[in-house]
């Protein structure tokens, strides 16, 4: 007996993508993704941040030659979950408290302050996978059509003088320049 499978109300959304463990792969994450959500009509901050900051920490901390690193977004409901998965299961991450003279070592620390929730799941040997959950905010209805609270429009008006509308400012005379006033 062949059965139909419910089908969900709204689609899963999603992007899985391979990149490669450079500083290149890294900053394709993170316009690969602001892309994505950019598609999807949700908001680009912070996730663009945190997608930035997972992906960079895989290309510097989780690089193994020959080994990419896995970057996927899914939106389920009212969630956008960020996962960026890579091959050192070995070195797991820990968030610490970076001396303010460091240059480096904030990144999960900022995960953690833009992120509703994150954290680390070991996957099979030898991966890894760092997710960081954000709750999406329900979309704005537009305002309905008719006035409009504010200042009165001025109709449009022609500029008067002898320039046409958007016409370039007249280049000073050979051997002068414009004056910085």
């Known amino acids: ?3 139909k499978l419910p089908q969900p109300s709204r689609p899963v959304r999603n992007l899985s993508v391979l990149l490669s463990p450079t500083p290149r792969g890294a900053r394709l994450a993170r316009l690969l993704a602001t892309e ?3 598609t999807w009509g949700l908001p680009l901050d912070p996730a663009q941040l945190i997608v930035a900051e997972l992906a960079n920490n895989a290309a510097t901390h989780g690089r193994v030659p020959g080994r ?3 970057l996927l977004l899914y939106v389920v409901g009212r969630t956008l979950r960020i996962e960026v998965t890579d091959t050192r299961g070995d070195r ?4 610490h408290l970076a001396d303010p003279c460091d240059e480096s070592g904030r990144g999960l620390t900022l995960v953690a302050a833009l992120a509703d929730r994150w954290g680390v799941i070991q996957g099979l040997p030898p991966r890894k996978t760092v997710w960081a959950e954000l709750t999406l905010t329900a979309p704005q209805s537009p305002a309905p059509d008719g006035p409009r609270p504010g200042p009165p429009c001025a109709p449009h008006a022609l500029p008067t003088g002898d320039k046409e509308p958007h016409q370039a ?3 000073p005379p050979a051997g002068q320049a414009h004056s910085r006033e």
């Open 169 to 171: 400012p007249p280049l």
């Open 92 to 95: 797991l991450p820990q968030r």
């Open 68 to 70: 990419n690193f896995q």
């Open 1 to 3: 007996m062949n059965r």
């Open 36 to 38: 994505q959500l950019r």
